[in-house]
């Protein structure tokens, strides 16, 4: 063994609308930086979007992170809910719903994984714009293990409105 550490890129979809909406996503931007063995080497602007699921909620504030980490998957999913517990996030089995701070992990790496509580890459990737468009922003490049390229993913002129915030 040579020693050395090594580092995969992961990539964090955040969003809010609840709370001060914009603050809770920056407040998290900082806190993913914070995490063990785990550097933020870039981030999105953020974006405005309506809400998905319809349920009847306000609008939300979304944003995407890269992340380099030497966590595995699971740890630092496992991290990111610690960041969600922190600010608030209770998670009662509600899907859609209004939230204080939802952070998904969308990608790690090349890998594919289904297990309980983890599946890789995030499967709402291509359906989501408030995820597509941010993604795209800072990784258009980035292949997602069974979609392809981010760049090459149609962004569905029919979901609800999103917009960057200026």
């Known amino acids: ?44 602007s953020l974006y405005r979007s309506a809400p998905f699921g319809g349920v009847e909620q306000p609008e939300f504030v979304n944003a995407v992170a890269a992340l380099l980490t030497t966590l595995d998957a699971p740890e630092l999913l496992a991290a990111l809910h610690d960041i969600e517990q922190r600010q608030g996030r209770e998670r009662d089995g509600a899907r859609w719903g209004p939230r204080v701070l939802d952070l ?27 995820v597509l468009l941010p993604l795209g922003e800072i990784a258009p490049d980035l292949v997602i293990p069974g979609l392809g390229r981010v760049a090459d993913l149609p962004v569905d002129s029919d979901e609800p409105s999103i917009s960057r915030i200026p």
């Open 1 to 44: 063994m040579n020693g050395k550490t090594r580092w995969y890129p992961a990539y964090v979809a955040l969003g809010s609308n609840l709370d001060r909406p914009t603050r809770q996503v920056e407040t998290a931007l900082h806190l993913l930086d914070d995490i063990p063995r785990t550097r933020l080497f870039g981030r999105s």
């Open 104 to 130: 998904d992990l969308l990608a790690y790496a090349d890998v594919v994984l289904d297990q309980p509580g983890i599946t890789l890459p995030h499967p709402g990737i291509a359906e989501r714009n408030f």
